[in-house]
């Protein structure tokens, strides 16, 4: 194999941690000799062995090997101890590395500490395909804030609903799987009152293999329904409730059926989602999906806290001007307020049209 062939099968393994890692990044680690793979292992699952450690485990004799690792081996202890200790002693010989890890106790330091050692390093080897498994890693590490996902399901007019409401089902099949492989990507998934009260959502990762967000309403006023599903599943599925209302009644009656209350202050009467999104990741929560309604997608491009968007796009049309849009508030005025984006990618799922952009960043 390839130094490329054995790079994507380190990327591929470090797949396998998507939904157990979380804050940490995806990561994966081949070890070979003459271009053939002797050992392999990825990082599986938070607070437990690095992938490099994984690889090491199940090799019988390391020295003289050559090591993919899609990630900069960190070089600090936090709860495993430095990768880079375990390739010293290995007698490993050469590390090809994907990504630069931007953890500030990381930081390149453990490059150079390889290299120090004599050992032979290839920085940045495949840099963008391994770059790609950890958008959400490398924004929480620095920013300390989840990466947001926004997500919408719309019709080709731009409707995520027809005027009398209905919205079950505007995306086909492939594109509704890949929306639950997204949940589990992420640490929450977050929605508005209005998608609470209107649709009545588990917001579950239903995919085999799974792993469920914990769920987050912004619910200003606390309206949330005692016995909507969200609440009475509360004590299966983490569920916590943002909200400015000081209605301490209800909140209690809310957290008697296991759902945890976040004391949010306002910003114009509702949930600060600036003040929200520095809370949860207080709380290490790395990732937001957000996942509508059309006001809480308008508040979030607003705050700015939004990071990437995704798009599916149904070839239907519903028409209607009271029909709900993809993004609602009041909206931009001038064309030179509108929200940037960047990076445009387009994939297909089955007659459905993914769009994706990052957003750019305003200051
Ligand atoms: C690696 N290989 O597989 C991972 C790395 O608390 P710990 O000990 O698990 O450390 C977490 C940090 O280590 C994380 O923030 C990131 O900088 C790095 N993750 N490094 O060499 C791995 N998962
Ligand atoms: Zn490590």
Known sequence: MTDAELMRHAIALAKRGTGFVNPNPLVGAVLARDGQIIAEGWHAKYGDLHAERNALKVCDDPRGAVMYVTLEPCCHTGKQPPCTDAILQSGIRKVFVGSDD??????????????????????????????????????????????????????????????????????????????????????????????????????????????????????????????????????????YIATCSIDRRKAELLESKGVHILEIPPDEGHVDLRFLMRRLGEMGIDSVLLEGGAALHEAALRAGIVQHIQVYIAPKMFGGVSAKPAVGGLGVYGVEEAYQLTSPEISRYGDDILLEYDVKEVR
């Open 102 to 239: 931007p953890n500030p106790q990381v930081a390149g330091k453990g490059l150079k500490l390889l290299e120090d050692a004599g050992i032979e390093v290839v920085r940045g080897f495949l840099k963008d395909e391994c770059d790609a498994l950890n958008p959400i890693f490398f924004h929480y590490i620095t920013a300390r804030t989840p990466y947001v996902i926004m997500k919408i399901a719309m019709t080709a007019d731009g409707k995520t609903a027809t005027r009398a409401g209905f919205s079950k089902w505007i995306t086909g099949e492939a594109s509704r799987r890949h929306v639950h492989e997204t949940r589990k990507r992420c640490a929450a998934i977050m929605v508005g009152i209005g998608t609470v009260l209107a649709d009545d959502p588990t917001l579950t990762c239903r995919i085999e293999n799974p792993s469920d967000p914990i769920r987050i309403v912004c619910d200003s006023n606390l309206q949330t329904p005692i016995e909507s599903k969200l609440v009475v599943t509360a004590r299966e599925i983490p569920t």
